[in-house]
């Protein structure tokens, strides 16, 4: 019943998102609807700082119910669970592989409830850049989505389930708002020498700015033309490399913490 | 069966909490363990068990050692003061969901356990809603569901009215007959009394035989 009240959850949010595109767009395509959804209503500046918060709130509700996920097995009855789990390491690749899908099939009930609008309201046209471009936006979407609660779940063996969310959440917002503050980059020309080029490695390294479609760019030239906004370097597969190493190293690092704790401490989180 | 614990130590934040244990446990008697609160009887249950890992010292079951051989104790049903279930879930779905990790018992088998405790398994009631004495019954039928070849029970009268006391202590010497090894930790002087054939005390972390008890 959780699973699917989030999935319901999800596809209300997607509604949400695109309805405002729908409304001010009098014709749209599949690629233009990826692009919206994925980030494509923030704009970059101070301004926009509530927008991209605003827009991040469907995956913090998943970080909320979900960064318990694996936790939830370590608070009171841990002793009955690992007394009867041999193996934690497999446990636990099992348990990231179903958080994995779950990451999966909330970002598709997102990305489909936009597509459904889309294919009421406009005639329905499809390309294969709009394809690629779909399926970028997505696998980086479940990837940053995986990768964050996964970090709450292992944050909160180390600490407990508020402090795990919270680090991760106010880690969002820093990076929002570093993401949002480097607007000299982009709106007021770029900084000549070593300090441009430290501020472009900042930027292209923030993990929230994989996360925005429009600044993305790629090799192929149909897909580049409806992303690229400043015409930078910035391709698809560096975001998607990124936040897949990102998730290997949250995946060991987890391993690493669910070996070594000790059942000790009783009733944790009664 | 049997079950041995060579030279135990563990200290946390400096504290020692078990030293230099020793013991020697086999198959179809009860051991009892008494000792003041923070004695390191808990602890101890916790590293014969292998939830817990100790800075030095051996367990070993039947010449198999404990984290060489096997990553936790084989065999084992468990109950330790003040761990609970998944408050969310009914008394019968907190037991399949254990039993799934295993897959060794039926649900017929889990109805059983938890009639054999006292409790009604179609209860909708979720953990959370029980009485402090209907959690202590769920916790000792999930211990004792899967017919467990060890059995540890940390305080398994706590919370139990007198009635309760007697089933649980009709268990205890049912699943003695039935072969298991078992080893109660209890503040209730009449537990150890009827139930035990042998008795240790634990005290700052050391264990001691108690003489005069052996049968």
Redesign the interface.
Known sequence: MKNLGMLLLSSAFGLLSILPFSASQPDASFGSMAVWMGFGNVGLGSAYLIDFLYAIVPMVVFQMVYGLYLY?HFC?????????????KSWFLQETGSLLLKSFLYESAYWIAGLFVLAFKYPFSITMADVCLFLYAVTINVLWLFASTLAVNILALKTDSVAGFGIIFGLEVFFIVIYNFMESLFLYGKPEGNAGKLLFILWKWNPVSQLVVRWHSSMWKEIDAMVNDYQVNFDFNFSVLYLAILSAILIILGISVISRV???S??ME? | MKLTAEHLQKKINGKKILNDVNLELISGRVYGIVGRNGSGKTMLFRALSGLMKCDAGKVILDGKILFEDFPVLPGIGIILENAGLYPELTGFQNLKYLAGIKKKIKDDDIYASIKRVGLDPDDKRIFRKYSLGMKQRIVIAQAIMEKPDILFLDEPGNALDEEGIKDIRKIIMEEKERGALILIASHNKEDINLLTDEVYTMSNGEISKMEGRED
Do not use: D, M, P, W
């Open positions: 939830r009171t009855a841990s002793v009955y669970y690992f007394s009867r789990c041999i193996k934690r000790e059942l000790i009783n009733g009664e």
